[in-house]
């Protein structure tokens, strides 16, 4: 954020140009910089009505001033209240965020700020405001033009096209995501996602795996694994024991290579934990049930233990 500054005694008497440093501001532009000043620091103080009021002094200043339009389209997004749907004003401050994000997209030479702009002018479109995929679609192909390997624009394309129903494009667009960052471990945990949420969990296992086989290193990439084998095993009512049982014993062995790598994990000793209590509900023999529900509970008296240690080292 720039330093406020006082306006040289030259600029008050009317001249038309001053040179600062090695580079030349005309009196427009040296009057934005201020007003861009002030309206930051409205902005940071989440006075977004005077701050938007302030960034539109600073483009009728000077409108070649490409900053501010960002800012300005933000300030107004901040505005909008989704609750207030179908109200003209509120309704207007939506559009003119997203002719501000438009603006800063089309002029930023930023690709970082160009970037934010489309990602914002995405969200404009997203289920949650206007949820108008047709609209978003584009700008995120464009995205994708810009970062062709930048996974998570692939990500926010297969999600436009997963909540419009159109199932076989989002797989493919993550499909291509895994072909651009094979090593990209999100990419195969959100292709993960995806299938579990289509019900398809072998494909959702597959694609968990194959994340766990790049990070061999990673405890998390097994206890994750496991996650999915114990709510599959919990909540899927339309499995058979022997099936629950096999999903138990594959979440398991996931959890012990997860706690082989980190014996203080304390989610995977959790899981290791619910996973033998599932076991023993479907063992037949009371003695074996004792014995699992005994590792069971000695786990999550080691879980309790960590986790107190824990909170007391943050507390000192």
């Excluded at 600073?58 to 339009?69: H, K």
């Excluded at 960002?70 to 107004?76: D, E, H, Q, T």
């Excluded at 934990?273 to 479907?282: I, S, T």
Aim: glycine share 4%; with cysteine; aromatic share 10%.
């Amino acid at each position: 954020m720039h330093n406020r500054f006082r306006l040289p005694l030259a600029i008050v008497l009317g001249l038309s140009l001053i040179v600062v440093g090695c580079g030349k501001y005309s009196f427009a532009s040296l009057k934005a910089k201020k007003l861009f000043q002030d309206a930051n620091a409205l902005y940071q103080q989440q006075d977004y009505g005077r701050a938007a009021a302030k960034y539109e002094e600073v483009l009728a200043s000077d409108p070649g001033f490409v900053q501010a339009y960002f800012f300005l389209g933000n300030s107004y997004d901040n505005e909008y209240k989704p609750g207030r749907v179908g109200e003209a004003e509120n309704d207007a401050y939506l559009q003119k965020a997203i002719a501000n994000y438009k603006l800063a997209a089309e002029k930023e030479t930023d690709p970082k700020m160009k970037k934010l702009a489309l990602e914002y002018l995405v969200a404009a479109y997203g289920p949650d405001k206007l949820n108008n995929p047709a609209k978003a679609e584009p700008i995120v192909k464009e995205m994708i033009e810009m970062e062709p390997d930048e996974p998570t624009n692939y990500f926010m394309l297969a999600k436009i096209y997963e909540d419009s129903g159109m199932y076989d494009e989002a797989e493919a667009t993550l499909l291509k995501a895994r072909e651009v960052r094979p090593n990209e471990p999100t990419v195969y945990t959100t292709l993960a996602g995806f299938y579990n949420r289509q019900g398809e969990f072998e494909k959702t296992i597959e694609a968990l795996e194959a994340r766990a086989a790049r990070e061999p290193d990673n405890p998390e990439a097994f206890h994750t694994i496991a996650t999915y084998y114990w709510d599959k095993a919990f909540r899927d009512f339309r499995l058979k024991d022997p099936e629950k049982k096999a999903y138990v014993l594959k979440g398991l062995e996931a959890e012990d290579k997860a706690l082989a790598l980190k014996p203080d994990y304390i989610d995977a000793l959790t899981y290791k934990n619910l996973l033998l209590r599932l076991q023993a509900n479907l063992e037949k023999d009371p003695k074996v049930q004792k014995e699992l529900l005994a590792q069971a509970d000695k786990l999550r008296e080691q879980a309790i233990a960590l986790q107190k240690q824990k909170m007391a080292g943050v507390g000192n």
